[in-house]
Each structure stands twice: as structure tokens, then as C-alpha cells.
């Protein structure tokens, strides 16, 4: 089974660096992903990290250590829009195929 | 448009209907998921299809949940004799790649349906 770990909350100010932190168990590990959810609106993709180490995609960066069972979402430059949940997902491989597990997701609310 | 589409987008029903949720899924799309979101949570899992094939229905919560992709494209998800504790935001997602290929393969969500049995 899974277990998927991320605050609950966070505030951050506009213009400033925010790190969002995740923490898996998991069997058969087959990559992580960041979704970004606004309020009301469905879940759209961000990143994938299924190797140790960064990935950089504009203001946002993704990090993984699977020794560790822990990744994070690293936002820059903050902006208001930015104020969303932010899910941790973990992909698990079976022999029936693969299966995504979600987090609770951590809310993000950017400050003037 | 060219996203996933689900219908309805709400549905208000009484205590032991039927109802059935529907989901369009991006053309050409292979895969297809149902979650279930309550209010605060991430998606959780429900079943997947590969084509028209069930891969995984294990996060059904019982008998009553059933899922179908009879031609590979559009999925039906019933609920049989609705309970009130059924109410919640069902998602659909797709992806273009199997479910069996790894890979970045993300989903696209779908709007949701938000149930409410009362």
C-alpha cells in the first residue's frame, strides 16, 4: 500500500520562494507527480520525477530522493494565482498495471 | 472543446436511486481513472480502464460502485441504491498512453460530477 505525507497548509508572500514537501511509502514506485488545484476546478499536471534528483520547468522545480521516500515542489517568484492546492501523487506498478495515489494535497495561500 | 468532459455536472438524488456518471475522455485517449474527491482531500482512487478493459477496480468501495468502457472511449460509473454518505465530487481522468507504459503519461482531469444524495 501507500502512504503519502504533505502540511496542510502553508502561507507564503508574493515574490518570495516557497518549498512544499512530500513523503511517500510505497511499493513498486513508478514516479511521482505535482498537480496544481484550484479551488473548484479540477487537478492539471506540473511535474513528473520517476529519477533522483531536480527538475526545472519555468518558476516551478520538482525534487526527488526515492532512497529517502521524499519529494518537493519548489515555487519561485511567487505569484497570487499561485494561491492553490498542490497534490502529491505517487505512481505504483503491480502486474495488473499502475495505479496513482494522491495526497491530501498541501493549500498554498499567497499574501500581498 | 478537447478536455475531458463529464456529465452531469451535478446531480442531486434521494437515498436508495440509482444514478449513473459519465465521462467523456480526451479522443484517442487509452487510458481512463475514476476518483472520488471529497471536500479538502485529493482524488482517491476508485478503478482504470486500459481500452475497454477494467485493469484495476480495486478502490471501488463495494458492490454498489460498478464501472463500464464498453467501446474503449466513454465510461459509465453507477452507484446503485445511493446512501447519503456517497456524496462527494467524482472525477474522470485520461491518458493517452496504456496504463502499463510508465513514462510521464499525466492524466487530465475532468470538470467532476458533484453528487449529492440527500
Known amino acids: 500500500g501507500q502512504n503519502i505525507d504533505q502540511p496542510t497548509e502553508m502561507t507564503a508572500t508574493e515574490g518570495a520562494i516557497v518549498q512544499i514537501n512530500c513523503t511517500y511509502q510505497?511499493?513498486?514506485?513508478?514516479?511521482l507527480f505535482w498537480y496544481q488545484q484550484h479551488a473548484g476546478e479540477a487537478p492539471t499536471f506540473l511535474s513528473y520525477?520517476?529519477?533522483?534528483g531536480l527538475e526545472e520547468k519555468g518558476r516551478f522545480s520538482s525534487f526527488l530522493s526515492r532512497s529517502k521516500g521524499y519529494s518537493y515542489l519548489l515555487l519561485k517568484e511567487l505569484q497570487m494565482k499561485d494561491s492553490a492546492s498542490y497534490l502529491c501523487a505517487v505512481r505504483e506498478v503491480w502486474t495488473g498495471g499502475f495505479k496513482t495515489i494522491f495526497g491530501a494535497g498541501t493549500r498554498l495561500f499567497v499574501k500581498a | 472543446g478537447a478536455g475531458v468532459s463529464q456529465s452531469p455536472r451535478y446531480k442531486v438524488t434521494k437515498r436508495g436511486q440509482d444514478v449513473a456518471l459519465r465521462c467523456d475522455p480526451i479522443s484517442g485517449h487509452v487510458s481512463l481513472y475514476w476518483y472520488r474527491q471529497a471536500l479538502g482531500q485529493g482524488p482517491e482512487f476508485l478503478t482504470y480502464?486500459?481500452?475497454?478493459?477494467?485493469?484495476?477496480k480495486s478502490g471501488l468501495p463495494n458492490d454498489r460502485f460498478s464501472a463500464e468502457r464498453p467501446e474503449g472511449s466513454i465510461s459509465t460509473l453507477t452507484i446503485q441504491r445511493t446512501e447519503q454518505r456517497d456524496s462527494a465530487m467524482y472525477r474522470c481522468?485520461?491518458?493517452?498512453?496504456?496504463?502499463?507504459?510508465?513514462?510521464?503519461?499525466?492524466?487530465?482531469f475532468g470538470p467532476g460530477t458533484r453528487l449529492t444524495v440527500l
Open positions: 480502464f486500459n481500452y475497454e478493459a477494467q485493469q484495476d
Open positions: 520525477n520517476v529519477l533522483d
Open positions: 481522468a485520461s491518458s493517452s498512453r496504456g496504463g502499463t507504459s510508465g513514462g510521464v503519461n499525466e492524466q487530465f
Open positions: 510505497t511499493s513498486g514506485f513508478n514516479g
